[in-house]
Structure formats: C-alpha cells, structure tokens
C-alpha cells in the first residue's frame, strides 16, 4: 500500500509479506493508520477527519494479488476493472470537504463495491469486534457462520415464513381492531345503495328533466310564440286578407320564372327562391305541429318537479349530478362486497396464521437441533485450539436455550418465544481451569483470555470458512509472558495457510513475524516514505528489544531478543 496525507503519515509505502506481518512502533507513532488505510480500500467509511492538515486530500493505493477465478477477481472485471498481472489495482481518496471516490482496476467505481470485494479479501479484527464478540447475538451469528449450510438452509425458510406470518399478523390484527368502523362504513354504504335504490334514477334523467320542466313552466308563452311565427310564415285563417312570408315568396318566385329564360344568372336566383319557399313551408309545418304537441298539462308538471326534488335529494348526498350518484353507487356496492367479505377474509388469515405457527415450530426445531450438533463440534474445535494458546486446561461450551412463553411456538415440547433468527438464546461459555465452571466470556474471561479465544474463533473459522488475508489489530492486549509465545506460534502457524497481518506491542507475537514493519514518526510528527521501515538484522533485535525493555541497546534485552527470533525460527 502507499498512504498519502492519512493522519500522521505524510508519505509512506507499506509492503506486506505474504506470510505473517507484525506492525510495530511507539504508542501514537502511526500503526493504526495502517489498518485505516486498508479499511478504507475495503469500502470502510471516509473520514474527512483523518485529512491531513494542510492537505487537499487523503489518498490510499494498494496492490493486491488475487488467486485465479477467486470470487473478487469475477466481480471486479464485472465491473469492468482490468486486472495487471493478476493483481487488482484499488485506490481510495477523501477530500478534506469529505467526498470519497474510489478505482478499481483503472476504472471508477462505486464506493460499496469496494466493501463487496472486501468480504471475499480480508476479516479485519480489532478490539472492538472482541467486544462484539461478548454479545450473544453475534455468538449465535458466529455459530451460525460456523455451521454453513446446516444451518443457513433452514434458517432462510425460517425467515421467510416469519416475515410472512408478521405480516399475516399485522393484517389480521388490522382488520379485528378495525371491525367496528368496518361495521360503521358498511351500515352507511348499505343506507346510501338502498336510498339510491330506493329513486332508480336513470343516467342523465337530471338534465332531462330539467329541461322538460322549463318547457312545461312557459308553455303558454311558448305556444303564443309558435303561433305568431307560424302566422308570419303560413298567414292567419282569420285574416285572409294579411300578407304573409310564404306568399311574398312565392310571388317572388313566379315575377322570376317569367322570364328566367333570358337570363341563366336571373334562374339560379329563381331556383334559390323556391328552395326559400320549400324551407319557409317546412318551417311553418312544423311551428304548427309543436303548437299543436306542446302540452301545458299541470299534472304532469307537478310529477316532473316531484321527481327532480327526489333526484335533487341524491345529488345532495352523493354527486353533483345522477351520473356521479350512478358512479358512487357503483364504487359503494364494490366496497360493500369488500367489507363484508371481511369476516371470510379473516379466517382465510386465521388459518394461514396458524399454519405459519406450525411450519414456524418445525423450521425452529430444525434450527435448534442443527445448532446443537453444530456447537459441540464448534466449542471442541475452538477448545483444542485453547490448548495451543497456553490454556491447555481451558473448555468453551456453548449454551442453547429458549424462554418459554405462551404466545411463542412448540420445540422440544415446549411454547418458547422466537424471533427473526429463530428460538434459540445462544452463549459462549468459557472454563477457564479444571473444575471452574462455564461461565459467559463476558463475565468468565479476562482481557487476555477473550483476546485468545477471539483468536481462536478466528483460526477455527480458518478452516471452515477461509479468506485470503487476516488482519489482527492488537487482538492480543492483555496478553503476556509464556501466552504471548503460543499467540506469536499460533500466527505463525495460521499465516501457512493464509496472509496475516498483526498490530501489536507484544516482541514474543513480533517475532514469529516473516516480516516486520516498523512505523516511526519524523522529527516533525509526520511519517514520511522513509517512517514504514521493513527490519531485518540488527535493527529487528534493536526493535525487539525496545518492545521487551523500553532499551534498544540493553544487552539483557538484546539477548532475549535473539532467543525469540532464535525460537521463532526453530519452529517454522
């Protein structure tokens, strides 16, 4: 990796062995930043707080060499990176305004695919996942992790019922509390159908009526005034002597055809004429007729404006006109049939309910015996590793139960509650010495034995569920003396089969190191190209030796110094 402006490091290139790397310095000399920097070319989450002051921004590149076909290497090119030699190129830079971009292979990409890739590269492990470690929730995902398939398979039916029986609940629980304004509602749907039943209004009668009712309100005037156009169209009988439309016109008409003939212009006029006439007799015809027809019956006037007060009634209630009543007694009568399809509905529900409750029982049961079997090989795995980290007497069980509760599911014949994960309450014990008895890690381990059987958990998980790099961020505080030896062994031995990179304080962990880093700030603060130094010879005994008695040239502590080394390397 190269670390630009990243906190106190200026400038400076970290090369990682592809074996085991201890990182060492004085407190605050900068190792941390070494692990910050590899989070944040995994996806980790951009601080513009660790900008350099003074610097525009913090830029992380690193180099990684991946196997052929590995998983990351597939996602990568999916994204249209390009691998160099089979290695992947990442660069990651936070402004000091806090933007974040990251490449890939050359090619700019999305932040969160850099977190995807990391869960295929590397498991990061500091201090704080031993404290996430304490909580049994992420014991049982440990556990779970541990298990694969034996537990996943199930577990992923489990949670999908569980998701659909909460949701089955929900509704269900929705439509009982609800019954008595479903009720409501539905009493007034059925009030509403039956009053608009009750008129059978037609669509549009409104209007007709409407209009018919100014037709019967002015018959009288309307009559007088057919009458009158018809006169001045077709005469009076009682005044035969008066002139009349159709008369003018048809004289008109014969002063023409008289003498058409002379002239073709003077004959299309005539011909208009008489067109004239046979419009004026039409019209006449039928001003006789609706005088005739119009019907000035008050009776039936009366009926017309009983039937509107009735239709106005509706329109009142329910919509501007009888079509908008027609419409919401159609929408009215499809939610009537939903609300008292309700009670079918919630038996549908009760069923489904409680057939999810029996499936739920068999999956958790399913769930609970694969974690049991899954546990004690677990717990036999991670005890014998125990041994290997000078707690050759220490014993981790696991302890699986369940807390009875009537509104729960059956298992084991019992009605014990459950949740997203299952019924299963899982805790890591630990017994630290013969005839001590099991007690949680969080109240039966120390700062040096949880940091050991962190590492243990880790090694076992090694095995089963491999990743190419790990990197241990002073997991092993609280850890000394003849301890200290069997963690720096059991690195060692770990990083035969994958890449281990540790920050430590501890000179026994350093030594079993095929590479060791040394991080050291200038006079100014700031570690500069030359602040990441790889030790080898007299200078790895000088830092040895500064670990063990605080004295590079103390002659006792270089001579510990080199029966570590010397230790170190008889067992590789």
């Given at each position: ?147 694969g398939g034996s537990v996943a398979v199930p577990l992923e039916k489990y949670t999908g019922a569980y998701r659909r029986l909460r949701a089955v609940a929900v509704e269900l629980d929705t439509l009982v509390t609800r019954a008595r304004e479903r009720a409501q509602e539905a009493d007034l749907l059925r009030f509403g159908l039956d009053e608009i039943a009750a008129v059978e209004p037609l669509p549009g009668e409104d209007a007709e009526l409407s209009a018919e009712a100014e037709r019967l309100g002015h018959a009288e005037s309307l009559a007088s005034a057919a009458q009158a156009a018809h006169a001045a169209l077709a005469g009076n009988p009682e005044d035969p002597e008066g002139i009349d439309a159709n008369t003018l016109v048809a004289g008109a008409h014969r002063a023409l ?316």
């Amino acid at each position: 990796m190269r670390i630009r402006s990243l906190g106190v490091i200026d400038d400076a290139v970290v090369e990682l062995s592809p074996g085991f790397t201890a990182v060492t310095g004085e407190t605050g000399a900068g190792k941390t930043m070494v692990v910050t920097s590899l989070g944040l070319l995994l996806g980790g989450r951009a601080d513009p707080a660790l900008v350099r002051i003074g610097a525009k921004a913090a830029v992380v590149e690193g180099r990684i060499v991946l196997r052929p076909g590995a998983p990351a290497a597939l996602r990568a090119e999916e994204a249209g990176a390009e691998l160099d030699d089979g290695a992947l190129l990442i660069s990651r830079t936070v402004s000091a305004e806090g933007r974040s971009r990251a490449h890939v292979g050359g090619r700019s990409v999305p932040v969160g695919l850099l977190a995807e890739l990391a869960d295929d590269l590397v498991a990061v492990h500091g201090q704080t996942d031993q404290q996430g470690l304490l909580r049994p929730a992420r014991q049982r995902q440990a556990l779970d992790r541990y298990a694969g398939g034996s537990v996943a398979v199930p577990l992923e039916k489990y949670t999908g019922a569980y998701r659909r029986l909460r949701a089955v609940a929900v509704e269900l629980d929705t439509l009982v509390t609800r019954a008595r304004e479903r009720a409501q509602e539905a009493d007034l749907l059925r009030f509403g159908l039956d009053e608009i039943a009750a008129v059978e209004p037609l669509p549009g009668e409104d209007a007709e009526l409407s209009a018919e009712a100014e037709r019967l309100g002015h018959a009288e005037s309307l009559a007088s005034a057919a009458q009158a156009a018809h006169a001045a169209l077709a005469g009076n009988p009682e005044d035969p002597e008066g002139i009349d439309a159709n008369t003018l016109v048809a004289g008109a008409h014969r002063a023409l055809e008289s003498v058409r003939s002379h002239d073709p212009a003077l004959g299309a006029l005539a011909e208009r004429i008489g067109e004239l006439g046979i419009l004026l007799a039409d019209v006449a015809g039928e001003l006789a007729g609706y005088a005739d027809d119009l019907d000035a019956d008050p009776l039936r006037l009366a009926a017309v404006e009983e039937r509107r007060a009735a239709l106005t009634q509706l329109t009142r209630k329910y919509g501007d006109s009888i079509d908008s009543v027609l419409e919401w007694a159609e929408q009215g009568s499809a939610r009537l049939l939903e609300l008292d399809g309700d009670d079918e509905h919630i038996a549908e529900l009760t069923a489904e309910r409680d057939g999810l409750r029996v499936e739920l029982s068999q999956l958790a049961q399913a769930l609970t015996d694969a974690r049991m079997d899954s546990a004690a090989r677990f717990a036999s795995a991670v005890t014998a590793e125990l041994a290997s980290l000078a707690m050759p007497h220490a014993r981790v069980t696991f302890d699986i139960r369940q807390i009875e509760d009537p509104e729960g599911v059956e298992v084991g014949g019992r009605t014990v509650a459950y949740g997203p994960s299952g019924a299963d309450e899982v805790e890591l014990l630990l017994a630290p010495h013969p005839g001590a008895q099991p007690r949680p890690i969080a109240k039966g381990a120390s700062g040096g034995e949880l940091s050991r059987v962190m590492l243990a958990v880790e090694v076992v998980f090694a095995g089963s569920d491999p990743v190419p790099t790990y990197l241990f961020d002073e997991v092993d505080a609280g850890v000394g003396g003849k301890a200290a030896v069997e963690v720096g062994r059991r690195l060692a031995k770990l990083a035969k089969s994958a890449q281990v990179v540790v920050v430590t304080h501890l000179p026994q962990v350093a030594a079993f190191a095929d590479r060791q880093l040394l991080v050291e700030k200038t006079v100014d603060g700031s570690v500069t190209r030359s602040g990441v130094t790889v030790l080898e010879g007299e200078d790895r005994i000088r830092e040895l030796s500064r670990m063990l008695a605080g004295q590079e040239d103390s002659e006792t502590a270089r001579a510990h110094a080199e029966e570590l080394l010397a230790t170190a390397r008889a067992d590789a």
